[in-house]
């Protein structure tokens, strides 16, 4: 978590619902507030860089950002040696926390082993197909994006819930990742529903659209809207299960996409020397890496970027737009607690401090909160 860590001094205003202005030091005499921060705060030493483990994979599904742009292309470097003195580097120069995507990490699991023993500390993005042994400790992120007709015809998968549960349930590493688009929002409970009964924990993406992409799967406003109400309806019903907040929801189904409301501090959107700016790469699965190019979700569109592994650096960056009143705190250690929960395996969720969704508004900067 790179942040940005504010001074004990007067809050910036704020509008709507919001009471007072308060000083942070203030806020922090809330008893809730500060033990939740004092659990969140143990965590502020994680930097991320992610990686392309490999180019392949053995689904293709509409709307995938890894087969966009030129990454795709790359030569697979799978050279375990290499790969194991890369992580030895990574580690020197700071990385603690490191995210193994692709195309499909469960394809080469000799390379993720070789990227466990340097650098323990991470989560693989997988479609779940294909099972990553035990001896690979890094949270698995299963991602899911409808029921299994949905995703006969987005992922060309044939029974794609049922297999997945049948390889992940009871496994600890394990958290289901609905991604909501603009069709499948009203299938969502029957999703969750089975995971639920299952046991497994589950969160939630949106669907955000690659440069150009023309497809149907892009959100409206009326579908963000839905899909705020359906996650918020979620959350209640199956409060075990479901890691997520109500401050995520509002974050991740606004108008403006995370950048605009946030501005992102990757390094394709911050070619600053701070921050994430300075410390984040993304590796290709050549071992290359451009800067310019560096964040989470390369060739994803920044104005309709609303994607969960993005938020969890955007909106964790900018504790210092969220202390304009104790509500707007509780909200962003909810998020924090949601994100540690999501991506640090054997963080446990706790209830959330703020029921009610604040207005991610209320975190835009100043100027452009006019
Ligand atoms: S499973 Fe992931 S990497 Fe593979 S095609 Fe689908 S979105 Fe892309
Ligand atoms: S796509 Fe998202 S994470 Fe990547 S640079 Fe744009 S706003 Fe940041």
């Known amino acids: 978590m790179d942040l940005e860590i504010p001074a004990a001094a007067p809050a910036k205003p704020t509008t709507a619902a919001v009471a007072a202005p308060v000083t942070f030091a203030e806020i922090l005499k809330h008893p809730?507030?500060?033990a939740r921060f004092q659990q969140v705060r143990r965590y502020f030493f994680l930097r991320e860089s992610t990686y392309d483990m490999t180019s392949r994979c053995n689904v293709r599904c509409d709307g995938c950002y890894y087969y966009e742009g030129d990454k795709q292309n790359a030569v697979d470097n799978v050279n375990a040696t290499a790969?194991?003195?890369l992580f030895r580097a990574e580690k020197a120069r700071g990385i603690t926390f490191v995210v193994l995507a692709g195309a499909e990490p469960a394809l080469v699991p000799e390379l993720l082993e070789a990227c466990y023993a340097e650098i323990p500390l991470g989560a693989i993005a997988s479609n779940g197909l294909v099972r990553i042994p035990e001896s690979v400790g890094y949270r698995i992120h299963v991602s899911v994006w409808g029921n299994d007709a949905t995703s006969e015809r987005v992922r060309?998968?044939?029974r794609m819930l049922e297999r997945q549960m049948e390889i992940y349930a009871g496994d600890p590493r394990a958290v289901f990742v609905y991604t909501f688009t603009r069709e499948n929002i009203a299938e969502s409970r029957a999703v969750v529903e089975p995971l639920a009964k299952h046991g497994c924990k589950?969160?939630?993406n949106m669907f955000s659209a690659t440069v150009g992409y023309q497809g149907s799967l892009t959100h409206t406003p009326e579908s963000l809207a839905e899909t705020r109400q359906t996650m918020l309806r979620l959350l209640a019903d199956f409060p075990e299960q479901v890691l997520f907040s109500p401050y995520s929801a509002a974050a991740h189904t606004d108008a403006r996409s995370l950048h605009n409301l946030y501005s992102?501090?990757?390094p394709r959107q911050n070619q600053g020397q701070f921050g994430l700016g300075r410390t984040f790469r993304q590796y290709h699965s050549d071992l290359t890496w451009v800067r310019e190019a560096s964040c989470c979700v390369p060739d994803t569109d920044c104005a309709?970027?609303?994607h969960y592994a993005a938020g969890s650096a955007i909106v964790t960056a900018r504790m210092n737009r969220h202390i304009g009143s104790a509500d707007q705190f509780r909200s962003w250690l909810d998020y924090v607690?949601?994100?540690?929960?999501?991506w640090v395996q054997g963080y446990a969720k706790s209830p959330n401090l703020c029921a009610v969704p604040v207005s991610p508004s209320l975190?835009?900067?100043p100027e452009a909160n006019r």
């Not at 607690?337 to 999501?342: K, S």
């Open 202 to 204: 589950v969160t939630f």
């Open 264 to 266: 992102c501090p990757y």
């Open 156 to 158: 060309k998968a044939k």
């Open 304 to 306: 309709d970027c609303r």
């Open 83 to 85: 790969w194991r003195d």
């Open 337 to 342: 607690d949601t994100y540690l929960a999501v």
């Open 32 to 34: 809730d507030i500060a």
């Open 363 to 365: 975190a835009l900067q």
